[in-house]
Structures are given as structure tokens and as C-alpha cells.
């Protein structure tokens, strides 16, 4: 069974940092990985989607990067700013069907 | 495009009644949706898998007949939790995915949620 692991739970950073966020799969036979922003009491907003024979995705300030072999995957997020503050979720779809296994979130706090 | 709506977005009621949620997928067709639960500060948890014309797929744990869904149309499925009690309290969240065929690992688009309570 698929388990994805987010690390950290939750990043309370100054505005304009560069930071990074985590996320791992425990099977690698995976059909693509996507990150998602939810805002509080909101549904959930596709940031990035990366295929598996891709390594990375930009939009703007944010790259997304996927190592499938190691089961790992990172969202890279340039000069944060407060905006920015929002729990991000990763998920990935199994080669064995059409579902989304998600993470448990990183909770982001970007301070002005 | 590619815009999914739920309804109601709040609901209160007391114990014991019906609660019926839609998911609509406003400008696309959707054979397949998807239902998730999401309790405070917690991740999403998928429940079922709601097919255009076929029963739903539900996930080990989530109780059928508690929860039943109903994908009558390309783009309308609805989730009806049955005599709700204090416990199914939670945030209601569907995904639809754009195709007439049943396509894997195509984006999934989300509505904004349906919060559930209960007293």
C-alpha cells in the first residue's frame, strides 16, 4: 500500500526566504506526483504535476523536482512571501490505478 | 474552465437526519469523481470512487450503506450521509476528472469543500 510522508508538518519562515518542502512515497512504481495548495476551509488548487519520466516542473516562483527512484520529490519555493501561506499537499496516482494518495501537509507561515 | 462546484458549502443539522452533498463539474464531462474526507489539520482521505452509470468503489473502512453515492449524470455526482451523527462531522471534499473514458493519472479537479456538522 502506498504511504506518502510530508516533512515538515508545519514552516514558519520571514518573508522572502527561499525554502523547501518534502515529500516521500513508500512504492516508486508511481504514474505522476502532484502538489496542491489548500487554503483554510478551502478546497485544494494544482500547483505542479510531474509525470514520471519527468524530473522537474516550474510555475513561477515554484519548482517541483521528483526522483522516483529514491521516492522522493521536493516543491522549492523562491523569495516566499506572505501570500504564500497555505498547507501544501503532495499526492501521487500508483501505475495500478486512478487515485490520488495524499501526504499529510506542510502547513506554511510566511511573516511579513 | 475546468471548474467544480459543491453544494451546499455548510451544512448544520441534528442527529439522526440526511445530509445530501453535490458535486458538480460545471464546464467539463467527468466519468469519474471522487469523494474525500478531510477531519482538522489532517490530509485527505479518500472514501469512494464515484463512476457515471456503475456503483461506487469505496475505500476499506467507509461504510457503504452510510455513505451512498449516486453519479447519475457526466457531470453531477451527489454523496448522501445517512443518519449523521456527531462523528461524520467533518469536511467534504470531491475531485472530478475530465474524460468521457475512464483515463488514468489525469488532473484532478477539486471543489471547495463541503463542511459537515453535526450536533
Known amino acids: 500500500k502506498q504511504e506518502v510522508t510530508q516533512i515538515p508538518a508545519a514552516l514558519s519562515v520571514p518573508e522572502g526566504e527561499n525554502l523547501v518542502l518534502n515529500c516521500s512515497f513508500t512504492?516508486?512504481?508511481?504514474?505522476?506526483l502532484q502538489w496542491f495548495r489548500q487554503d483554510p476551509g478551502k478546497g485544494l488548487t494544482s500547483l505542479l504535476l510531474?509525470?514520471?519520466?519527468?524530473r522537474e516542473q516550474t510555475s513561477g516562483r515554484l519548482n517541483a523536482s521528483l526522483d522516483k527512484s529514491s521516492g522522493r520529490s521536493t516543491l522549492y519555493i523562491a523569495a516566499s512571501q506572505p501570500g504564500d501561506s497555505a498547507t501544501y499537499l503532495c499526492a501521487v496516482v500508483n501505475n495500478a490505478g486512478n487515485m490520488l494518495t495524499f501526504g499529510g501537509g506542510t502547513r506554511l507561515m510566511v511573516k511579513p | 474552465g475546468a471548474v467544480v462546484s459543491q453544494h451546499p458549502s455548510w451544512v448544520i443539522c441534528k442527529s439522526g437526519t440526511s445530509v445530501k452533498i453535490e458535486c458538480r463539474s460545471l464546464?467539463?464531462?467527468?466519468?469519474?469523481m471522487f469523494w474525500y474526507r478531510q477531519f482538522p489539520k489532517q490530509s485527505l482521505m479518500l472514501m469512494a470512487t464515484?463512476?457515471?452509470?456503475?456503483?461506487?468503489?469505496?475505500e476499506q473502512g467507509v461504510e457503504k450503506d452510510k455513505f451512498l453515492i449516486n453519479h447519475a449524470s457526466l457531470t453531477l455526482s451527489t454523496l448522501t450521509v445517512t443518519s449523521a451523527h456527531p462523528e461524520d462531522s467533518s469536511f467534504y471534499i470531491c475531485?472530478?476528472?475530465?474524460?468521457?473514458?475512464?483515463?488514468?493519472?489525469?488532473?484532478?479537479?477539486f471543489g471547495p469543500g463541503t463542511r459537515l456538522l453535526v450536533l
Open positions: 512504492d516508486s512504481a508511481i504514474y505522476n
Open positions: 464546464d467539463f464531462q467527468a466519468t469519474t
Open positions: 510531474i509525470q514520471s519520466s519527468q
Open positions: 464515484s463512476n457515471e452509470g456503475s456503483k461506487a468503489t469505496y
Open positions: 475531485s472530478a476528472q475530465p474524460g468521457t473514458r475512464r483515463q488514468r493519472g489525469e488532473t484532478q479537479y
